[in-house]
């Protein structure tokens, strides 16, 4: 069995699980909250390190990219939720 990652969301304006949802099959997500950054997400690798950091919330492109390369492509019926 593959090992999966795991998203550390720590965006707290908002719930932004939506940008890890095409992933949900290799990647948990987690709510964290952590004092000295401006970091909105960390999604890690199987081996714990980083895949990217973020200090826009609103930036989809970084993740999608990190994902990518170390999830492979995302689910192609993952949908943004309806608000």
């Keep these: ?16 699980k939506s940008r890890w949802r095409p992933w949900r099959d290799r990647v948990d997500v ?6 000295g ?10 081996d714990c390190h980083i895949a990217w950091t973020g200090h826009q919330a ?3 492109s970084g993740p999608r990219v990190a994902l990518t390369r ?7 019926d993952a949908r ?4």
Excluded: K, N, Y
């Design 1 to 16: 069995m593959a090992a999966s990652g795991v998203a550390i969301e720590l965006f707290v304006q908002a719930v932004r």
């Design 30 to 35: 987690v709510r964290g909250t952590t004092e």
């Design 37 to 46: 950054t401006h970091a909105t997400g960390l999604p890690l690798r199987p």
């Design 58 to 60: 609103d930036d989809a």
């Design 70 to 76: 170390w999830f492979g492509p995302p689910l192609r």
């Design 80 to 83: 943004e939720p309806e608000c």
